[in-house]
């Protein structure tokens, strides 16, 4: 059953057409990838599911509802965090308040606790730095900030727009090793990313999206297998 349905989507940035007439789908269960190169619409892709940018065509459906109008603290509301491109955490908050700023629209105190509770699992090393200034931490820590702060929403469906930028080998192994973590205890994951080859070894489905249209699609597994794929995205 499809949790997100992307229908004919049409951005534009003025003159300049972003996006062009994409279709696309997550299935609940799911972690989804959409890969390309920068510059490709990925992003643009992204800000037009959470309502940032307007579509000038084409209706998106969440959850059974229609969102394409919505505005963003409604979405997010009715069940989708979006982890942005460059994190973009409160840097002169504590870890703390950073987390708490990802359940602003929870109003029960104890769902609060057990949110954190869970993150703080997940992340232990958040949890040793709970009263850290965030903008202290290290790439890897602020990029797991990032994650457990949208997680505190407690999503149906998780958007991770390029986690692994900007990190070292290791630590963007680490990451979608929790981004695995993650889907396993049961959420849904739409993951936009370059490192097409991480992508693809954690992925259902894939979509490969190129100035604007999508290209291709399929089974993650079959795309890793393809030639092209590799040709363009794999470096092999």
């Not at 409160?90 to 629209?105: D, I, K, S």
């Amino acid at each position: 059953m499809a949790l997100l349905e992307v229908h004919d989507l049409n951005v534009y940035y003025g003159v300049i057409q972003a996006l062009k007439g994409i279709n696309f789908k997550v299935n609940e269960g799911e972690i989804v990838a959409l890969i390309g190169a920068n510059g490709a619409g990925k992003t643009s892709t992204m800000q037009s599911i959470v309502g940032l940018i307007q579509s000038k065509t084409g209706n998106i459906i969440f959850d059974d509802k229609d969102i394409t109008k919505m505005a963003t603290h409604t979405i997010v509301s009715i069940g989708m965090s979006q982890v942005p491109e460059g994190r973009r955490i409160f840097q002169e908050l504590t870890v703390y308040e950073n987390l708490l700023m990802g359940a602003f629209l929870q109003k029960d105190k104890k769902k609060i606790k057990e949110a954190l509770a869970d993150v703080y699992e997940l992340f232990p090393r958040l949890k040793e730095r709970k009263n850290q200034i965030a903008g202290t931490l290290s790439g890897g820590e602020q990029q797991m900030l990032a994650i457990s702060r949208a997680l505190m929403n407690r999503p149906k469906l998780l958007m991770l727009d390029e986690p692994s930028m900007g990190l070292s080998p290791l630590l963007v192994q680490e990451v979608f090793g929790i981004i695995k973590k993650i889907h396993e205890a049961g959420t849904t994951i739409l993951l936009v990313e370059q490192n097409a080859k991480m992508a693809l070894k954690i992925a259902d489905y894939a979509y490969v999206l190129e100035t604007g249209r999508i290209v291709l699609e399929g089974k993650a597994s079959e795309l890793l297998k393809n030639d092209d794929i590799k040709k363009a995205y794999l470096g092999s």
